[in-house]
């Protein structure tokens, strides 16, 4: 690993470790971990990131089309609308016919702190496009320690394998493999120090909107 590449590494983990701590403690998170997050106050969480991943999504579809470098890191398993959608179908036994909607389910409405989560991404993502590797740095990272929430899950609502948590649990064993394989592909791009920046300053955004759309909840819900 080169020097350069070493130090995003080091920037990536050490200029983010306070947030992620952060997003770590807030109160929602430690009860989805724990499996004490009610099931309405789940699918509330489930909606707002339908239309995160939703904007994550998209903002994928356009920079894999470019010629940038990492265009090549994105994969079609990285698209992950759908499977937040099916797990909210699943738990509110609604039809699924209308995929990848986030306005759709009217009963738990998008908070602002979503709504401002994905203007700034999509603001990012526009002024630099490389600096979507940032925002992918942080959700793909998130799916180490999902897979164990996932689990947590499945025993509190009684789910059956394979339903209400494919969101959190969407690589079963091919979890490592993966998160190897992008961290592997991320190391191998020659970057200059303004696009190192810009993937740091994504990934500090995408805490900081957890972090704000998770306390949101906690004071929508009065718990």
Same mark, same amino acid.
């Given at each position: 690993?080169? !020097?350069?590449?070493?130090?995003?590494?080091?920037?990536?983990q050490e200029s983010t470790r306070e947030l992620h701590q952060r997003v770590e403690r807030m109160p929602v998170q430690q009860e989805l971990a724990r499996g004490t997050l009610s099931l309405e106050?789940?699918?509330?969480?489930?909606?707002?990131?339908?239309?995160?991943?939703?904007?994550?999504?998209?903002?994928?579809?356009?920079?894999?089309?470019?010629?940038?470098?990492?265009?090549?890191?994105?994969?079609?398993?990285?698209?992950?609308? *759908?499977?937040?959608?099916?797990?909210?179908?699943?738990?509110?036994?609604?039809?699924?016919?209308?995929?990848?909607?986030?306005?759709?389910?009217? *009963?738990?409405?998008?908070?602002?702190?979503?709504?401002? #989560?994905?203007?700034?991404?999509?603001?990012?993502?526009? !002024?630099?496009?490389?600096?979507?590797?940032? #925002?992918?740095?942080?959700?793909?990272?998130?799916?180490?320690?999902?897979? #164990?929430?996932?689990?947590?899950?499945?025993?509190?609502?009684?789910?059956? *394998?394979?339903?209400?948590?494919?969101?959190? *649990?969407?690589?079963?064993?091919?979890?490592?493999?993966?998160?190897?394989? #992008?961290?592997?592909s991320l190391a191998a791009l020659t970057l200059t120090s303004a696009e190192s920046e810009a993937i740091v300053e994504a990934a500090k955004e995408a805490f900081s909107g957890m972090i704000d759309?998770?306390?949101?909840?906690?004071?929508?819900?009065?718990?």
């Open positions: 690993m080169s !020097e350069q590449v070493a130090t995003l590494a080091q920037q990536l106050n789940y699918i509330r969480y489930l909606c707002q990131m339908l239309l995160i991943q939703t904007q994550l999504d998209t903002c994928m579809g356009l920079y894999r089309k470019t010629i940038d470098p990492g265009a090549s890191l994105i994969h079609d398993y990285y698209f992950q609308s *759908d499977l937040v959608h099916s797990d909210i179908c699943f738990l509110k036994e609604c039809s699924a016919s209308n995929n990848r909607n986030p306005f759709l389910f009217q *009963d738990h409405p998008i908070l602002p702190e979503t709504y401002s #989560f994905a203007i700034a991404m999509n603001r990012s993502v526009s !002024e630099s496009p490389i600096s979507l590797l940032g #925002f992918l740095y942080v959700f793909e990272g998130s799916k180490n320690g999902s897979k #164990f929430i996932a689990n947590s899950l499945r025993k509190s609502y009684s789910l059956p *394998d394979g339903a209400g948590v494919k969101y959190f *649990d969407p690589y079963g064993e091919n979890q490592k493999p993966y998160w190897a394989a #992008f961290k592997e759309i998770t306390g949101a909840l906690q004071n929508q819900s009065g718990s």
